[in-house]
């Protein structure tokens, strides 16, 4: 009986492991290049061809030698060093491989919890998808594997008070300050929100807490602060503490950076934030357990993250995997669900196959052959250009006015840019003040048929319209 026992879950796991690797390949078809990515292959080009590490801006006109809070250079590095292995082939291996990475750990880690209640499991995978916000090779797919690690070690070291994870924290800490230093601080912080967890004993209702041993909490303070020195370590040292907190008090960039607003309802999109909430909150309250004060708390801070702005969603989605199943009741197995889970994994490997093309889905170009020929013949010396236009300009080493790099343009430039572009009333003095030789921006935007009575028309296409200068 043991054996076929072991037979049977053996069936089961592997074939759950085959559809998380054809679900990864079927989310390929959603990869598209973020416009980031040129400034940070750029970046990354010119740091291991000059052994340095970028701290002051190279690729702007406006801001060229200013401070420049590098805090992605790690990344830069690496996704610069994939494409010398792996060609144009490198941004897939990279997001694929994050995101196999990804779903494989938090199965792993419980595969016990997934595998107790396939039907749900695979609804929870969906989740996976449908809140992934920005599917492209970024940095934050990094934070998502680190963020992951973190949340896995607390979590344990929260019931195993033996355990030695806990003392890997500030490794995770120095990666993280340098792969992707706008997130690192998590990293110290959950340290305290668990130590936080553990220092109540109570039973109210349907919520429960355990307090954990005086060790613990003095450990996980400690290990608390050694990271947030860890975050220190890094090319701008103390400034990367500050800098998150910086940014997200930065009223201009929140408003009007996309992955930085909050989450709206009357926004379409943003309701499947709302309802994959909803949902973790109807099984906290519908389970037969009662709800753990860790949980609710970790559930609570991340909802109100997510809610303050949608670049958090995906990390509410990653904390809440870590404990959801336990809310979950075991579910009977039927005795075709492994076959089942290797046809439906045929099925979308057949869709990946039959219909992929990489080139299709993935572009290494924002702007025509064209138009790029056009700027690199006339050679601006103040080009004013789109924000969306600034990372592929970068990319073809054209000095640009403004690009994805808000934080470093978020005091006078950023702001003179959205003057500039959403034509306010002060916008002519944006342009005496900065004396603009050529412009390269949208063809249907209000600022071309401004400037079509004040420029000459060098090139246009069906995307862009060139101006320069009478």
């Not at 702007?60 to 401070?67: H, L, T, V």
Request: with cysteine; aromatic share 24%; charged share 15%.
């Amino acid at each position: 009986m043991k054996i076929k026992s072991y037979i049977k879950n053996h069936k089961l796991l592997f074939s759950f492991f085959f559809f998380l690797l054809s679900f990864c390949l079927f989310l390929m078809f959603f990869l598209r290049v973020d416009i980031d990515y040129f400034w940070h292959f750029k970046a990354g080009e010119y740091m291991v061809e000059n052994t340095t590490i970028l701290v002051k801006d190279i690729f702007s006109w406006s801001m060229y030698q200013a401070p420049w809070m590098s805090h992605e250079w790690l990344f830069d590095i690496f996704i610069y060093g994939l494409s010398l292995v792996f060609g144009k082939y490198h941004l897939f291996i990279y997001v694929f491989g994050i995101c196999l990475s990804l779903l494989l750990f938090l199965f792993f880690i419980q595969k016990k919890a997934f595998l107790k209640n396939i039907v749900f499991s695979l609804f929870w995978v969906s989740f996976f998808s449908l809140i992934f916000v920005g599917l492209s090779g970024r940095p934050q797919l990094i934070s998502f594997l680190l963020l992951s690690i973190t949340v896995w070690i607390l979590f344990y070291y929260f019931y195993h008070p033996n355990s030695k994870r806990i003392y890997f924290l500030p490794i995770i800490s120095i990666i993280w300050s340098n792969v992707h230093g706008g997130s690192s601080n998590l990293c110290y912080l959950l340290c305290f929100l668990t130590m936080f967890c553990g220092l109540f004993q109570f039973s109210f209702k349907k919520l429960e807490s355990n307090r954990i041993t005086k060790r613990q909490l003095f450990t996980l303070f400690i290990i608390g602060i050694i990271c947030l020195l860890c975050v220190m370590i890094n090319p701008h040292g103390f400034k990367m503490i500050t800098y998150p907190y910086i940014n997200m008090g930065d009223s201009l960039m929140l408003s009007t950076i996309a992955e930085w607003q909050p989450s709206n309802l009357n926004t379409m999109s943003h309701y499947v934030y709302f309802i994959f909430m909803l949902f973790v909150l109807f099984v906290f309250l519908f389970s037969s357990k009662k709800i753990r004060f860790i949980d609710f708390i970790f559930y609570l801070v991340f909802l109100y993250l997510g809610l303050k702005s949608i670049r958090f969603w995906f990390f509410s989605y990653i904390v809440c995997s870590f404990f959801i199943f336990y809310y979950i009741p075991e579910r009977k197995l039927d005795k075709g669900t492994p076959l089942l889970l290797i046809v439906f994994s045929f099925l979308l490997l057949g869709i990946f196959i039959s219909n992929f093309s990489y080139s299709k889905v993935i572009s290494y170009q924002s702007l025509s052959d064209e138009a790029i020929s056009v700027l690199k013949e006339e050679k601006p010396k103040k080009l004013f250009n789109y924000y969306d236009y600034g990372a592929y300009l970068i990319y073809q080493d054209i000095p640009v006015f403004v690009d994805g790099r808000a934080d470093l343009y978020s005091g006078e430039v950023y702001q003179d840019y959205q003057t500039l572009s959403r034509m306010n009333t002060s916008f002519p003095s944006i342009i005496q003040k900065y004396q603009f030789d050529y412009y390269i921006i949208p063809k249907d935007c209000g600022l071309a048929s401004y400037l079509k009575e004040k420029c000459f028309i060098i090139y246009q296409d069906r995307d862009c319209i060139i101006f320069k200068t009478k």
